[in-house]
């Protein structure tokens, strides 16, 4: 998607936002991986009432026993993402964190006004409580 003139409509109708997001997979295996991607961004989109032309860029974050798939790749082959911008990078090891953990720091657009919402999910819901 090409980015609008600063002139065009579309600036003084929406505003420039980031989420932030997690859940957890139940284990390190493709398919765990894939169903909660899928999950968290399926989430992302709702609650936000997101179409893929809202969407900027998406950097996906893993823990390090994650290695089974690249989240990524699951938004990659959502229809209409072929545009966004997709990032995986291995979470820094912190001990005591949060296993099987997947995060997403994103950006796009909303209109102005509406609050992004941030979805935590499973197990990653007790790293936000506030923003269940």
């Known amino acids: 998607m090409a980015v609008p003139s600063m002139t065009d409509p579309y600036f003084s109708q929406n505003q420039l936002v980031a989420w932030r997001g997690a859940t957890t ?47 990524a790749s699951v938004a990659r082959h959502r229809p209409g993402w072929q545009a966004v911008a997709l990032l995986d990078t291995q979470q820094m090891h912190v001990p005591g964190d949060l296993s099987r953990c997947i995060r997403l720091f994103a950006h796009g657009w909303l209109p102005k006004g509406r609050v992004p919402e941030h979805p935590y999910l499973r197990g990653a819901a007790a790293l936000r409580s506030d923003r269940q």
């Not at 399926?42 to 860029?57: F, G």
């Open 25 to 71: 997979a139940t284990e390190n295996t493709a398919p765990a991986i894939r169903q909660a991607v899928s999950e968290l961004l399926d989430a992302l989109v709702t609650r936000n009432q997101l179409q893929p032309h809202h969407l900027i860029s998406m950097v996906f974050s893993v823990t390090a026993d994650l290695d089974a798939l690249f989240p």
